[in-house]
Protein backbone atom coordinates (compact mmCIF):
# COMPACT_ATOMS: atom_id res chain seq x y z
CA UNK A 1 0.00 0.00 0.00
CA UNK A 2 3.12 2.63 0.43
CA UNK A 3 4.28 1.41 -2.94
CA UNK A 4 0.54 2.05 -4.22
CA UNK A 5 0.35 5.53 -2.07
CA UNK A 6 3.42 6.87 -3.48
CA UNK A 7 2.24 5.48 -7.31
CA UNK A 8 -0.90 7.41 -7.31
CA UNK A 9 1.06 10.52 -5.84
CA UNK A 10 3.89 10.53 -8.23
CA UNK A 11 2.66 8.74 -11.56
CA UNK A 12 -1.13 10.10 -11.03
CA UNK A 13 -0.17 13.40 -10.23
CA UNK A 14 -3.07 12.51 -7.58
CA UNK A 15 -2.18 14.94 -3.71
CA UNK A 16 -1.59 12.98 -0.59
CA UNK A 17 -3.75 15.71 1.44
CA UNK A 18 -6.42 14.47 -1.51
CA UNK A 19 -6.13 10.79 -0.88
CA UNK A 20 -6.29 11.79 3.41
CA UNK A 21 -9.32 13.68 2.61
CA UNK A 22 -11.04 10.68 1.12
CA UNK A 23 -9.84 8.24 3.62
CA UNK A 24 -10.92 10.73 6.16
CA UNK A 25 -14.55 11.13 5.09
CA UNK A 26 -14.74 7.12 5.02
CA UNK A 27 -13.91 6.92 8.58
CA UNK A 28 -16.72 9.88 9.23
CA UNK A 29 -19.14 7.93 7.32
CA UNK A 30 -18.45 4.49 9.51
CA UNK A 31 -18.51 6.72 12.60
CA UNK A 32 -21.84 8.37 11.65
CA UNK A 33 -23.21 5.12 10.72
CA UNK A 34 -22.03 3.35 13.93
CA UNK A 35 -22.85 6.69 15.98
CA UNK A 36 -26.73 6.58 15.01
CA UNK A 37 -27.47 3.33 15.05
CA UNK A 38 -27.02 3.64 19.13
CA UNK A 39 -27.77 7.17 19.31
CA UNK A 40 -24.51 8.22 20.39
CA UNK A 41 -23.19 11.84 19.88
CA UNK A 42 -19.46 11.99 22.17
CA UNK A 43 -16.53 10.56 19.66
CA UNK A 44 -13.14 10.38 21.07
CA UNK A 45 -9.95 10.51 18.12
CA UNK A 46 -6.93 9.06 18.97
CA UNK A 47 -4.30 9.95 16.84
CA UNK A 48 -0.65 9.15 16.26
CA UNK A 49 1.51 11.85 14.58
CA UNK A 50 1.67 9.94 11.02
CA UNK A 51 -0.71 9.66 8.46
CA UNK A 52 -2.66 7.48 10.42
CA UNK A 53 -3.41 9.84 12.47
CA UNK A 54 -3.67 12.52 9.59
CA UNK A 55 -6.85 10.30 8.51
CA UNK A 56 -8.45 10.65 11.57
CA UNK A 57 -7.96 14.14 11.80
CA UNK A 58 -10.08 14.89 8.84
CA UNK A 59 -12.45 12.09 10.26
CA UNK A 60 -12.79 14.61 13.79
CA UNK A 61 -13.36 17.66 11.22
CA UNK A 62 -16.12 15.59 9.33
CA UNK A 63 -17.95 14.69 12.31
CA UNK A 64 -17.70 17.80 14.12
CA UNK A 65 -20.96 19.37 12.91
CA UNK A 66 -23.24 16.94 14.10
CA UNK A 67 -21.59 15.52 17.09
CA UNK A 68 -19.38 16.41 19.47
CA UNK A 69 -15.75 15.22 18.27
CA UNK A 70 -12.44 15.49 20.79
CA UNK A 71 -9.10 14.49 19.47
CA UNK A 72 -5.95 12.94 21.08
CA UNK A 73 -2.40 13.18 19.49
CA UNK A 74 -0.46 10.24 20.92
CA UNK A 75 3.06 10.70 20.98
CA UNK A 76 3.85 14.25 20.11
CA UNK A 77 3.97 17.55 22.11
CA UNK A 78 2.82 19.68 19.01
CA UNK A 79 2.14 20.16 15.94
CA UNK A 80 5.67 20.35 14.66
CA UNK A 81 5.84 16.39 15.29
CA UNK A 82 3.40 15.52 12.66
CA UNK A 83 3.99 14.68 9.13
CA UNK A 84 3.48 17.12 7.58
CA UNK A 85 0.12 15.96 5.56
CA UNK A 86 -1.22 15.53 8.86
CA UNK A 87 0.28 18.93 10.02
CA UNK A 88 -2.11 20.27 7.09
CA UNK A 89 -5.30 18.75 8.95
CA UNK A 90 -4.63 20.37 12.28
CA UNK A 91 -4.32 23.54 10.81
CA UNK A 92 -7.74 22.87 9.20
CA UNK A 93 -9.85 22.47 12.66
CA UNK A 94 -9.10 26.04 13.15
CA UNK A 95 -12.53 27.22 13.81
CA UNK A 96 -13.80 23.95 13.91
CA UNK A 97 -15.56 22.93 18.21
CA UNK A 98 -13.18 19.94 17.80
CA UNK A 99 -11.38 19.70 21.15
CA UNK A 100 -7.78 18.79 21.00
CA UNK A 101 -5.28 17.50 23.73
CA UNK A 102 -1.70 16.88 23.37
CA UNK A 103 -0.10 13.45 25.04
CA UNK A 104 3.13 13.01 24.67
CA UNK A 105 4.25 10.77 27.44
CA UNK A 106 2.72 7.85 28.97
CA UNK A 107 2.06 9.87 32.42
CA UNK A 108 -0.31 12.10 30.39
CA UNK A 109 -2.38 8.94 29.30
CA UNK A 110 -4.33 8.76 32.63
CA UNK A 111 -6.48 11.51 30.88
CA UNK A 112 -7.75 8.55 28.85
CA UNK A 113 -8.54 6.16 31.48
CA UNK A 114 -11.05 8.85 32.77
CA UNK A 115 -11.99 10.33 29.12
CA UNK A 116 -12.42 7.53 26.81
CA UNK A 117 -15.86 5.57 28.66
CA UNK A 118 -17.56 8.63 28.44
CA UNK A 119 -17.67 9.11 25.02
CA UNK A 120 -20.38 6.84 22.57
CA UNK A 121 -17.37 5.52 19.90
CA UNK A 122 -13.85 5.49 20.10
CA UNK A 123 -11.55 5.93 16.92
CA UNK A 124 -8.32 4.29 16.72
CA UNK A 125 -5.90 5.99 14.09
CA UNK A 126 -2.96 5.50 15.91
CA UNK A 127 -0.92 3.29 13.83
CA UNK A 128 -0.96 2.69 10.06
CA UNK A 129 -0.14 -0.45 7.67
CA UNK A 130 3.59 -0.41 8.51
CA UNK A 131 3.06 -0.96 11.87
CA UNK A 132 5.67 -4.02 13.20
CA UNK A 133 6.94 -4.71 16.67
CA UNK A 134 5.33 -4.44 19.84
CA UNK A 135 3.69 -0.47 21.09
CA UNK A 136 5.16 0.66 24.39
CA UNK A 137 5.12 3.58 26.36
CA UNK A 138 2.07 6.09 25.86
CA UNK A 139 0.63 3.84 22.57
CA UNK A 140 0.66 1.29 24.68
CA UNK A 141 -1.09 2.88 27.28
CA UNK A 142 -3.43 4.55 24.56
CA UNK A 143 -4.35 1.05 23.35
CA UNK A 144 -5.27 -0.17 26.78
CA UNK A 145 -7.53 2.67 26.98
CA UNK A 146 -9.25 1.82 24.50
CA UNK A 147 -9.61 -1.64 24.82
CA UNK A 148 -11.14 -0.99 28.92
CA UNK A 149 -13.15 1.78 27.76
CA UNK A 150 -16.37 -0.77 27.25
CA UNK A 151 -16.81 1.72 23.90
CA UNK A 152 -17.31 0.45 20.60
CA UNK A 153 -13.93 0.87 18.72
CA UNK A 154 -13.33 1.97 14.93
CA UNK A 155 -10.11 0.94 14.04
CA UNK A 156 -8.77 3.56 10.68
CA UNK A 157 -7.04 0.94 8.02
CA UNK A 158 -5.41 -1.59 10.66
CA UNK A 159 -6.10 -2.21 14.74
CA UNK A 160 -3.36 -0.53 16.35
CA UNK A 161 -0.49 -2.92 17.58
CA UNK A 162 -2.04 -5.15 14.69
CA UNK A 163 1.04 -6.09 11.91
CA UNK A 164 -0.43 -5.23 8.50
CA UNK A 165 2.07 -8.00 6.73
CA UNK A 166 1.44 -10.98 8.89
CA UNK A 167 -1.59 -10.02 11.39
CA UNK A 168 1.02 -10.79 14.30
CA UNK A 169 0.25 -9.14 18.10
CA UNK A 170 3.37 -9.17 19.99
CA UNK A 171 2.02 -6.66 22.32
CA UNK A 172 -1.32 -4.58 23.55
CA UNK A 173 -3.74 -4.16 20.87
CA UNK A 174 -6.43 -2.54 19.77
CA UNK A 175 -9.96 -4.69 20.00
CA UNK A 176 -12.31 -2.85 17.14
CA UNK A 177 -16.10 -3.46 16.75
CA UNK A 178 -15.24 -2.36 13.05
CA UNK A 179 -12.24 -1.40 10.76
CA UNK A 180 -12.26 0.57 7.62
CA UNK A 181 -9.29 -0.14 5.71
CA UNK A 182 -8.42 1.90 2.14
CA UNK A 183 -7.92 0.62 -1.39
CA UNK A 184 -7.62 -3.37 -0.59
CA UNK A 185 -7.63 -5.98 2.44
CA UNK A 186 -4.36 -5.97 4.11
CA UNK A 187 -2.90 -9.72 5.37
CA UNK A 188 -3.12 -8.94 8.80
CA UNK A 189 -6.62 -8.18 8.82
CA UNK A 190 -7.68 -11.15 7.39
CA UNK A 191 -4.64 -13.60 9.04
CA UNK A 192 -5.24 -14.65 12.63
CA UNK A 193 -4.66 -13.33 15.38
CA UNK A 194 -5.06 -10.04 13.80
CA UNK A 195 -8.49 -10.82 11.99
CA UNK A 196 -9.53 -11.52 15.89
CA UNK A 197 -9.14 -7.83 16.24
CA UNK A 198 -10.52 -6.27 12.95
CA UNK A 199 -14.56 -6.92 14.01
CA UNK A 200 -16.49 -5.70 10.78
CA UNK A 201 -13.79 -5.39 8.00
CA UNK A 202 -15.15 -2.28 5.33
CA UNK A 203 -12.20 -1.72 2.00
CA UNK A 204 -13.40 2.07 1.60
CA UNK A 205 -12.50 3.23 -2.41
CA UNK A 206 -10.37 6.61 -1.57
CA UNK A 207 -9.73 7.29 -5.58
CA UNK A 208 -6.92 5.17 -6.15
CA UNK A 209 -6.95 3.71 -9.89
CA UNK A 210 -7.47 -0.03 -10.30
CA UNK A 211 -4.59 -0.45 -12.04
CA UNK A 212 -1.87 0.39 -9.78
CA UNK A 213 -3.71 -1.84 -7.35
CA UNK A 214 -3.14 -4.56 -10.31
CA UNK A 215 0.00 -3.68 -11.20
CA UNK A 216 2.50 -1.84 -8.71
CA UNK A 217 2.39 -4.58 -6.01
CA UNK A 218 5.51 -7.18 -5.98
CA UNK A 219 2.38 -8.88 -3.80
CA UNK A 220 0.76 -11.86 -5.10
CA UNK A 221 -1.56 -12.28 -2.54
CA UNK A 222 -5.19 -12.88 -3.06
CA UNK A 223 -8.71 -13.81 -1.05
CA UNK A 224 -10.85 -16.34 -2.79
CA UNK A 225 -14.22 -14.94 -3.45
CA UNK A 226 -17.44 -16.38 -5.14
CA UNK A 227 -16.74 -15.60 -8.66
CA UNK A 228 -12.72 -16.81 -8.44
CA UNK A 229 -13.80 -20.12 -6.88
CA UNK A 230 -17.04 -20.40 -9.43
CA UNK A 231 -14.57 -19.90 -12.24
CA UNK A 232 -12.36 -23.13 -11.25
CA UNK A 233 -15.19 -25.69 -11.66
CA UNK A 234 -16.03 -28.20 -14.22
CA UNK A 235 -19.31 -28.42 -15.85
CA UNK A 236 -20.57 -31.53 -16.81
CA UNK A 237 -21.62 -32.66 -19.81
CA UNK A 238 -25.39 -33.35 -20.50
CA UNK A 239 -23.84 -36.79 -21.65
CA UNK A 240 -21.44 -37.12 -18.59
CA UNK A 241 -21.06 -40.57 -17.52
CA UNK A 242 -19.50 -42.07 -14.13
CA UNK A 243 -15.69 -43.08 -15.55
CA UNK A 244 -15.45 -39.59 -17.16
CA UNK A 245 -16.51 -37.35 -13.64
CA UNK A 246 -13.37 -38.56 -12.11
CA UNK A 247 -12.04 -41.42 -10.32
CA UNK A 248 -10.29 -41.10 -6.91
CA UNK A 249 -8.43 -43.62 -4.72
CA UNK A 250 -8.34 -42.71 -1.04
CA UNK A 251 -5.35 -44.94 0.52
CA UNK A 252 -5.53 -44.64 4.39
CA UNK A 253 -7.39 -46.29 7.43
CA UNK A 254 -6.16 -48.58 10.43
CA UNK A 255 -7.46 -50.40 13.55
CA UNK A 256 -9.76 -47.28 15.20
CA UNK A 257 -9.30 -44.69 12.77
CA UNK A 258 -11.84 -46.08 9.68
CA UNK A 259 -14.22 -43.13 9.86
CA UNK A 260 -11.35 -41.24 8.54
CA UNK A 261 -10.39 -42.62 5.28
CA UNK A 262 -14.85 -43.20 4.75
CA UNK A 263 -15.27 -39.52 5.36
CA UNK A 264 -12.68 -38.84 3.09
CA UNK A 265 -14.32 -40.87 0.17
CA UNK A 266 -17.93 -39.77 0.87
CA UNK A 267 -16.63 -36.33 0.61
CA UNK A 268 -14.84 -37.18 -3.06
CA UNK A 269 -18.51 -38.21 -3.41
CA UNK A 270 -20.23 -35.26 -2.76
CA UNK A 271 -17.77 -33.01 -4.31
CA UNK A 272 -18.89 -34.62 -7.83
CA UNK A 273 -16.05 -37.65 -8.41
CA UNK A 274 -17.83 -39.59 -10.63
CA UNK A 275 -16.49 -42.86 -9.18
CA UNK A 276 -14.48 -43.45 -5.47
CA UNK A 277 -12.81 -46.66 -4.21
CA UNK A 278 -11.34 -46.83 -1.02
CA UNK A 279 -8.41 -49.04 -0.08
CA UNK A 280 -7.90 -49.82 3.59
CA UNK A 281 -5.75 -53.04 5.39
CA UNK A 282 -7.68 -56.40 4.47
CA UNK A 283 -8.95 -56.88 7.80
CA UNK A 284 -11.29 -54.11 7.53
CA UNK A 285 -12.80 -54.28 4.61
CA UNK A 286 -15.47 -56.14 6.03
CA UNK A 287 -15.95 -52.68 8.40
CA UNK A 288 -15.96 -50.25 5.54
CA UNK A 289 -18.39 -52.10 3.34
CA UNK A 290 -20.78 -51.78 6.16
CA UNK A 291 -20.23 -48.09 6.51
CA UNK A 292 -20.26 -46.82 2.88
CA UNK A 293 -22.22 -47.73 0.11
CA UNK A 294 -22.03 -45.66 -3.04
CA UNK A 295 -17.90 -46.19 -2.39
CA UNK A 296 -16.43 -49.02 -3.81
CA UNK A 297 -13.53 -50.91 -1.82
CA UNK A 298 -9.83 -52.48 -1.80
CA UNK A 299 -8.50 -54.96 0.86
CA UNK A 300 -4.93 -54.70 1.08
CA UNK A 301 -2.03 -56.98 2.63
CA UNK A 302 -1.62 -55.93 6.44
CA UNK A 303 0.65 -56.46 9.93
CA UNK A 304 -0.61 -57.77 13.01
CA UNK A 305 -1.77 -54.80 13.90
CA UNK A 306 -4.07 -53.94 11.33
CA UNK A 307 -2.55 -51.45 9.52
CA UNK A 308 -0.56 -51.29 5.54
CA UNK A 309 2.08 -53.99 4.79
CA UNK A 310 5.06 -53.15 2.92
CA UNK A 311 3.67 -55.96 0.47
CA UNK A 312 0.57 -53.70 -0.31
CA UNK A 313 3.14 -50.65 -1.65
CA UNK A 314 3.46 -52.99 -5.49
CA UNK A 315 -0.13 -53.48 -5.90
CA UNK A 316 -1.47 -49.87 -4.67
CA UNK A 317 1.06 -48.54 -7.42
CA UNK A 318 -0.16 -50.95 -9.76
CA UNK A 319 -3.86 -49.97 -9.48
CA UNK A 320 -3.44 -46.12 -8.81
CA UNK A 321 -2.42 -45.95 -12.73
CA UNK A 322 -6.51 -46.29 -13.55
CA UNK A 323 -7.30 -43.27 -11.16
CA UNK A 324 -7.33 -39.67 -12.14
CA UNK A 325 -6.22 -38.98 -8.57
CA UNK A 326 -5.01 -40.07 -5.63
CA UNK A 327 -5.92 -39.42 -1.19
CA UNK A 328 -2.90 -40.95 0.68
CA UNK A 329 -2.99 -41.06 4.29
CA UNK A 330 -6.21 -40.69 6.60
CA UNK A 331 -6.10 -42.48 9.37
CA UNK A 332 -2.93 -44.24 8.14
CA UNK A 333 -1.42 -44.75 11.28
CA UNK A 334 2.52 -44.23 11.55
CA UNK A 335 3.91 -47.44 11.89
CA UNK A 336 7.26 -48.12 10.87
CA UNK A 337 5.90 -51.00 7.76
CA UNK A 338 2.94 -48.61 7.22
CA UNK A 339 5.44 -45.42 7.24
CA UNK A 340 7.50 -47.63 4.57
CA UNK A 341 4.61 -47.88 2.58
CA UNK A 342 3.72 -44.06 2.23
CA UNK A 343 7.30 -43.44 0.94
CA UNK A 344 7.58 -45.76 -1.62
CA UNK A 345 3.80 -44.80 -2.80
CA UNK A 346 4.82 -41.37 -2.98
CA UNK A 347 7.74 -42.17 -5.68
CA UNK A 348 5.81 -44.64 -7.45
CA UNK A 349 2.06 -43.16 -7.90
CA UNK A 350 2.46 -40.97 -11.39
CA UNK A 351 -0.87 -39.92 -10.77
CA UNK A 352 -1.96 -36.45 -9.06
CA UNK A 353 -2.02 -37.06 -5.75
CA UNK A 354 -3.19 -35.61 -2.29
CA UNK A 355 -1.06 -36.21 0.94
CA UNK A 356 -2.57 -35.65 4.26
CA UNK A 357 -2.78 -36.95 7.97
CA UNK A 358 0.04 -39.67 8.44
CA UNK A 359 0.65 -39.34 4.99
CA UNK A 360 2.29 -36.03 6.10
CA UNK A 361 3.76 -37.87 8.84
CA UNK A 362 5.37 -39.90 7.54
CA UNK A 363 7.26 -37.32 5.28
CA UNK A 364 9.02 -36.10 8.62
CA UNK A 365 12.49 -36.22 8.20
CA UNK A 366 12.17 -36.93 4.37
CA UNK A 367 11.14 -34.32 2.72
CA UNK A 368 13.55 -34.51 -0.05
CA UNK A 369 11.14 -37.42 -1.39
CA UNK A 370 8.43 -34.75 -2.00
CA UNK A 371 10.95 -32.59 -4.33
CA UNK A 372 11.42 -35.69 -6.23
CA UNK A 373 7.43 -36.13 -7.43
CA UNK A 374 7.74 -34.61 -10.52
CA UNK A 375 3.61 -35.19 -11.38
CA UNK A 376 1.31 -32.90 -9.10
CA UNK A 377 0.50 -32.79 -5.48
CA UNK A 378 -0.98 -30.31 -2.73
CA UNK A 379 -0.35 -31.09 0.41
CA UNK A 380 -2.62 -29.84 3.29
CA UNK A 381 -1.20 -30.28 6.76
CA UNK A 382 -2.54 -28.38 9.73
CA UNK A 383 -0.24 -26.22 11.55
CA UNK A 384 1.37 -28.77 14.06
CA UNK A 385 1.54 -31.14 10.80
CA UNK A 386 3.44 -28.11 8.82
CA UNK A 387 5.90 -27.66 12.33
CA UNK A 388 6.79 -31.15 12.01
CA UNK A 389 8.08 -30.60 8.41
CA UNK A 390 9.43 -28.18 8.66
CA UNK A 391 10.85 -28.94 12.17
CA UNK A 392 9.98 -26.24 14.00
CA UNK A 393 7.25 -25.21 16.27
CA UNK A 394 3.13 -24.45 16.06
CA UNK A 395 4.32 -20.73 16.75
CA UNK A 396 6.37 -19.96 14.54
CA UNK A 397 4.20 -21.26 12.03
CA UNK A 398 1.44 -19.39 12.99
CA UNK A 399 3.24 -16.22 13.48
CA UNK A 400 3.21 -16.33 9.64
CA UNK A 401 1.40 -18.22 8.11
CA UNK A 402 1.75 -16.71 4.50
CA UNK A 403 5.66 -16.85 4.58
CA UNK A 404 5.78 -20.17 5.75
CA UNK A 405 2.94 -22.03 3.34
CA UNK A 406 4.72 -20.19 0.70
CA UNK A 407 8.43 -21.47 2.13
CA UNK A 408 7.18 -24.84 1.89
CA UNK A 409 5.71 -25.08 -1.26
CA UNK A 410 8.59 -23.41 -2.82
CA UNK A 411 11.06 -26.22 -1.42
CA UNK A 412 8.78 -28.53 -1.94
CA UNK A 413 7.63 -28.21 -5.52
CA UNK A 414 4.42 -29.02 -4.21
CA UNK A 415 1.15 -26.93 -3.98
CA UNK A 416 0.40 -26.66 0.26
CA UNK A 417 -2.44 -26.06 1.89
CA UNK A 418 -1.83 -24.32 5.56
CA UNK A 419 -5.28 -24.91 7.14
CA UNK A 420 -6.96 -23.17 10.02
CA UNK A 421 -8.33 -20.25 10.26
CA UNK A 422 -8.13 -18.22 7.10
CA UNK A 423 -6.23 -21.02 5.23
CA UNK A 424 -3.62 -20.74 3.19
CA UNK A 425 -3.08 -21.81 0.03
CA UNK A 426 0.06 -21.56 -1.62
CA UNK A 427 1.81 -22.71 -5.11
CA UNK A 428 5.53 -22.92 -5.66
CA UNK A 429 5.82 -20.36 -7.97
CA UNK A 430 4.79 -17.88 -4.99
CA UNK A 431 0.79 -17.32 -5.84
CA UNK A 432 -1.03 -17.04 -2.40
CA UNK A 433 -4.87 -17.66 -2.14
CA UNK A 434 -6.38 -16.65 1.18
CA UNK A 435 -9.59 -18.44 2.29
CA UNK A 436 -12.61 -16.29 4.03
CA UNK A 437 -15.60 -19.43 4.27
CA UNK A 438 -15.87 -21.50 6.82
CA UNK A 439 -16.69 -20.79 10.92
CA UNK A 440 -15.40 -22.53 13.84
CA UNK A 441 -18.25 -24.77 14.44
CA UNK A 442 -15.53 -26.97 11.85
CA UNK A 443 -12.80 -26.51 14.54
CA UNK A 444 -13.62 -30.72 15.16
CA UNK A 445 -12.61 -34.36 14.23
CA UNK A 446 -12.39 -35.20 10.44
CA UNK A 447 -12.63 -31.91 8.87
CA UNK A 448 -9.09 -32.35 7.40
CA UNK A 449 -10.28 -35.70 5.83
CA UNK A 450 -13.39 -34.05 4.46
CA UNK A 451 -11.19 -31.53 2.74
CA UNK A 452 -8.53 -33.93 1.39
CA UNK A 453 -11.89 -35.59 -0.32
CA UNK A 454 -12.74 -32.25 -1.88
CA UNK A 455 -9.59 -31.58 -3.16
CA UNK A 456 -8.95 -35.27 -4.46
CA UNK A 457 -12.31 -34.87 -6.28
CA UNK A 458 -11.18 -31.15 -8.36
CA UNK A 459 -8.06 -32.91 -9.43
CA UNK A 460 -10.00 -36.17 -11.20
CA UNK A 461 -12.28 -33.30 -12.61
CA UNK A 462 -9.14 -32.20 -14.32
CA UNK A 463 -8.39 -29.01 -12.31
CA UNK A 464 -4.93 -28.17 -11.77
CA UNK A 465 -3.46 -28.79 -8.44
CA UNK A 466 -3.49 -25.10 -7.57
CA UNK A 467 -6.98 -24.80 -8.68
CA UNK A 468 -8.06 -27.95 -7.00
CA UNK A 469 -6.89 -27.01 -3.66
CA UNK A 470 -8.44 -23.29 -3.93
CA UNK A 471 -11.88 -24.61 -5.00
CA UNK A 472 -11.98 -27.49 -2.50
CA UNK A 473 -10.84 -25.44 0.99
CA UNK A 474 -13.66 -22.40 -0.48
CA UNK A 475 -16.21 -25.18 -1.27
CA UNK A 476 -15.30 -26.62 2.19
CA UNK A 477 -15.98 -23.76 4.10
CA UNK A 478 -19.14 -22.72 2.36
CA UNK A 479 -20.58 -26.52 3.07
CA UNK A 480 -19.05 -25.33 6.86
CA UNK A 481 -20.93 -21.92 6.96
CA UNK A 482 -24.41 -23.72 5.31
CA UNK A 483 -24.71 -26.51 7.69
CA UNK A 484 -23.57 -23.97 10.65
CA UNK A 485 -26.98 -21.48 9.23
CA UNK A 486 -28.86 -24.43 9.30
CA UNK A 487 -28.29 -26.31 12.39
CA UNK A 488 -25.63 -23.86 14.42
CA UNK A 489 -22.13 -23.80 15.25
CA UNK A 490 -22.27 -25.83 18.30
CA UNK A 491 -21.90 -29.64 17.30
CA UNK A 492 -21.44 -29.08 13.79
CA UNK A 493 -19.67 -32.24 12.87
CA UNK A 494 -17.88 -33.38 9.86
CA UNK A 495 -20.50 -35.12 8.29
CA UNK A 496 -22.45 -32.34 8.56
CA UNK A 497 -20.25 -30.63 5.77
CA UNK A 498 -20.32 -34.07 3.65
CA UNK A 499 -24.05 -33.82 3.79
CA UNK A 500 -23.74 -29.73 2.63
CA UNK A 501 -21.44 -30.21 -0.18
CA UNK A 502 -24.14 -30.83 -3.06
CA UNK A 503 -26.19 -27.93 -2.02
CA UNK A 504 -22.76 -25.32 -1.64
CA UNK A 505 -22.25 -26.20 -5.38
CA UNK A 506 -25.97 -26.45 -6.37
CA UNK A 507 -26.64 -22.81 -7.25
CA UNK A 508 -23.35 -23.00 -9.39
CA UNK A 509 -24.52 -26.13 -11.25
CA UNK A 510 -28.00 -24.83 -11.99
CA UNK A 511 -26.84 -21.69 -13.92
CA UNK A 512 -24.82 -23.64 -16.42
CA UNK A 513 -25.75 -26.94 -17.27
CA UNK A 514 -29.15 -25.67 -19.05
Sequence with gaps: MAEIDRAAIVQEGIAGLD??????EAVARAARDML????????????????????????????SGAFDSTVFIIGAGSAEDLSPDSRANMDRLDGTAVEVSWLSDKDDASLLDRAAPTFDLVVDALFGTGFKGVAGGVHAAAIEAMNDSGRPVLAVDMPSGVSGDTGAVEGPAVFAERTVTFAAPKVGLVQFPGAGHTGELEVADIGIPDGLLETVPRSRIYLTGEEDAEALLPVRAPDAYKTNCGRVLVIGGSEGMTGAPAMCAQAALRSGAGMVTLAVPESLNDILEVKLTEVM??????????????????????????????????GMSTTPETVAVVRALMEGIEVPLVLDADGLNAMVGFTGIIGERERPMVMTPHPGEMARLLETDVGTVQADRLGT????????????????????????GGDIFVNQTGN???????????????????????????????????????????????????????????????????????????
Aim: net charge neutral; hydrophobic share 45%; proline share 4%.
Design 297 to 330: TLGMPETPSRTFAEDAAEELIGRSGSFDSVALGP
Design 36 to 63: SSTGGHRVGILCGKGNNGGDGLVAARRL
Design 19 to 24: LMERAG
Design 405 to 428: AKRAAGEWGAVVVLKGAGTVIAEP
Design 440 to 514: PGMATAGMGDVLTGCVSAFLAQGLGPFGAAVAAVYYHGHAGDLAAQMGGMTGLTARDVIRHLPLALHRLYEERWF
